[in-house]
């Protein structure tokens, strides 16, 4: 039995829109609202998701939901919670978001809900593709991805185990921790390697694009996230920036190192990283 | 009908040993002649590959062969090739490579059967695994991948026909190049996103692995490569290191630039960047 009444999921993009297809598998029978800032996608989303409620009213989507997912970029977030925040709200409404950068989030979204009846905890499904939009969501999506959940000093403890239950409901593995530490883990294991694959196919093929019909597997791998939407990511790395630009100085600082050992010859250094970067990749089990 | 008579291959790991069961599904009843240096590995090969003949000789694996594949590391390659080319070859032997650097392999091995009734010829088919050895290998490894051969100024076309054949039969798209291009167009495409991944697995994982806990698609792919053999890619970073380093450099700038608009929260320039990247991942089509 499911501890949520109604879920209301505002934007139905790549995630909005793989989260409602997976509560609908996982939730049978749940009340889902779903929120489009454009008519044409309230369409899509009858046509894609019929048993859905869907509108252009964040009032109407809102009424009597216990659970709001907010899934639209992280700058436009705080607007959309001051919206929802001046509707009725049901007493035993959560809000919560999936957005990647959580300092700054948690810090705009907590106080616009603390004079209302409603409570925001941060959450972050690390699942997603750089593919964006409805017609590549997917009820897979969330399966055994980690979520986090980011808990503040004023989180209700019920509150929090009730946003657990739903996470955990819909196949992802929960993990807590602070904003500030949510920032530091995904700036190293999400925002770095994303620039990095920028970087990567910005220096690769910048000079002469042709050199793509030589690629393999590594180069489609290795810059795979590099397709994905700029808008979203500029959003992303400016909010997290002081995190990112800390882990892209210590790239920046192994480069370095790199180009010395080329630059010397120094073979047996070379090895010696090589070798150190296998036994941290080594550490991540094959799928 | 194949131009070959009997192919052998020296030294059976992952390339190697692909080669061959690519060998024994696309060209039956083709004689395949296998060299390993350790006895282990040739009762090995005969375990794996009870259709060819396995040796430890060089001269009993070369005897009467028409084209010998060299599949050890790239540092090898010399001295084994000086050890065949004091062998009794046949009349039409054409001698090739599976090494990731061409300009350095070429221009030490041509030499070495320019005085013998053999020819070289390089080749590098774009295909790999981050996973190393026989057991790993696998008959589909070939299919549609590019296979960049090099010629120079003293091959005989009929040869260059010969091996064009030879590869085409296994599945791949063969373009032909110089061995410079072909180092500075695998040194964008192949050994820069090698270095990459190294760099971006030490920068997110160094400090604390632990982060590990909290990854996705994204880390796993960016990264994939950095689990490759340390002691063959430090081979190739350093025989390609002046085309390498180039390109590294060039990632270099790029990620200052970066830096910089993060620094000043340039967001227009920032989503310049990430579209600019995006518009060139796009470049290739999805699998």
Same mark, same amino acid.
């Given at each position: ?6 879920? &209301? ?26 929120? &489009? ?50 509707? @009725?709200? &049901? ?18 979204? @907590? ?28 009820? $897979? ?79 489609? $791998? ?6 994905? $939407? ?51 990749? $080594? ?5």
């Amino acid at each position: 039995m499911s501890l949520e009444r109604s879920i &209301a999921i505002l934007s139905p993009g790549l995630l909005g829109g793989s989260l409602a297809k997976t509560i609908q598998q996982r939730m049978p029978g749940m009340e889902l609202r779903i929120w &489009a800032r454009r008519e044409e996608a309230v369409q899509e989303v009858k046509r894609d998701l019929p048993a859905a409620i869907a509108s252009t009213s964040i009032a109407e989507t809102i009424r009597g939901a216990s659970l709001a997912v907010l899934c639209m970029p992280i700058q436009h977030m705080p607007g959309i919670a001051q919206q929802i925040a001046a509707c @009725e709200l &049901a007493e035993d409404l959560i809000v919560t978001d999936v957005g990647s950068v959580k300092g700054s989030v948690v810090a705009a979204l @907590e106080p616009i809900f603390a004079g209302t009846k409603a409570a925001f905890i941060g959450s972050h499904p690390m699942a997603g593709s750089q593919r964006t939009g409805l017609a590549h969501a997917s009820g $897979d999506l969330f399966h055994r991805a980690a979520c986090l959940l980011t808990p503040t000093a004023s989180t209700h403890r019920p509150h929090l185990e009730r946003l657990r239950a739903f996470w955990i409901k819909l196949g992802c593995r929960v993990r807590e921790m602070t904003p500030q530490e949510h920032d530091r883990t995904v700036a190293r294991i999400s925002h770095l390697p994303h620039t990095m694959a920028v970087l990567t196919t910005l220096a690769a093929l910048g000079k002469d694009a042709s050199v793509l019909d030589s690629s393999a597997g590594g180069f489609r $791998d290795t810059t795979r996230v590099a397709g994905g $939407d700029p808008e979203m990511w500029a959003g992303i790395l400016l909010q997290n920036r002081t995190e990112v630009i800390a882990a892209l100085q210590d790239a920046s600082g192994a480069m370095r190192e790199l180009l010395e050992m080329l630059q010397t010859m120094d073979e047996e250094a070379l090895r010696r990283f090589l070798t150190q970067a296998k036994a941290l990749r $080594d550490l991540l089990p094959a799928v």
